[in-house]
């Protein structure tokens, strides 16, 4: 089992800069993530991270924006977001893989709302 805590998000104006936190117990997975879900939209990979080997995977729309790291002491995994957009605005929802199954996200935070004002 595992579980994850999210914090972090909130309201900023585009430009600015948010990191997002998740603190995740029990067993160590695989990999961990974030996606994002807008209202009306469908959910949306944002990017990922290998828990031992720290390998990071983005999507085209956060590239150069965005990075996920992770602190395998504190079991903790960060997304920091610069250059906010407004279409940024999202939860954003950690998640993790405990299968080692590509894509396969079996455990989801609560997620985090983060709204970019223009």
Known sequence: ????????????QAGGSLRLSCAASGRTSYRMGWLRQA??????????????GGWTDYADSVKGRFTISRDNAKNTVYLQMNSLKPEDTAVYYCVSDSTGELGMWDYWGQGTQVTVSS
């Open 39 to 52: 209202p009306g939209k469908e959910r949306e990979f944002v990017a990922s991270i290998s828990w031992r």
């Open 1 to 12: 089992q595992v579980q994850l805590v999210e914090s972090g998000g909130g309201l900023v």
